[in-house]
């Protein structure tokens, strides 16, 4: 599916995607973000900086440096989190534009051992909750 970068949150940098995610840092090709719904404490997505709807249209230098900046965050997550696992997700089925979730899972937290929630509306923080988290990111990227 082709869609208009003039309907994408992420290339538009609208309100919907502020309402959703808080910006952590410009990556080489990319852009991390916090999720805002932290159900899964530390969950993040990196977004990749031109309107492209699929990894497959990508040339192979480009899908490298978004591979190494979606790395870079999951270690980053890792040092800061320590969770058991992350899961990954690249979905793009209502929103093309190449995007992936990074969701830290824990032993005994939610949905461990099956697939996390897009948006499970159940866990915000306060700001400054926020703020702790993106330094701890930031720490490490």
Not at 63 to 78: E, G, N, S, W, Y
Not at 113 to 126: A, D, I, Q, W
């Amino acid at each position: 599916m082709n869609s208009d970068p003039k309907d994408c949150l992420y290339c538009q940098n609208n309100e919907t995607l502020h309402s959703l995610m808080i910006e952590i840092a410009p990556l080489k090709v990319s852009r991390v973000f916090l999720f805002k719904e932290q159900t899964y404490r530390g969950r993040c997505l990196v977004a990749y900086n031109d309107h492209v709807d699929d990894m497959n249209l990508l040339t192979p230098e480009q899908l490298h440096d978004f591979m190494d900046d979606v790395t870079r965050v999951t270690r980053a997550m890792q040092k800061a989190f320590h969770p058991d696992k992350i899961n990954y997700g690249a979905f793009s089925d209502t929103l093309s534009h190449l995007h992936f979730h990074l969701v830290p899972k824990y032993q005994g937290g939610p949905d461990f051992g099956s697939t996390f929630r897009m948006n499970p509306k159940e866990v915000y923080l306060s700001d400054a909750e926020y703020q702790q988290i993106i330094s701890e990111i930031k720490k490490y990227l």
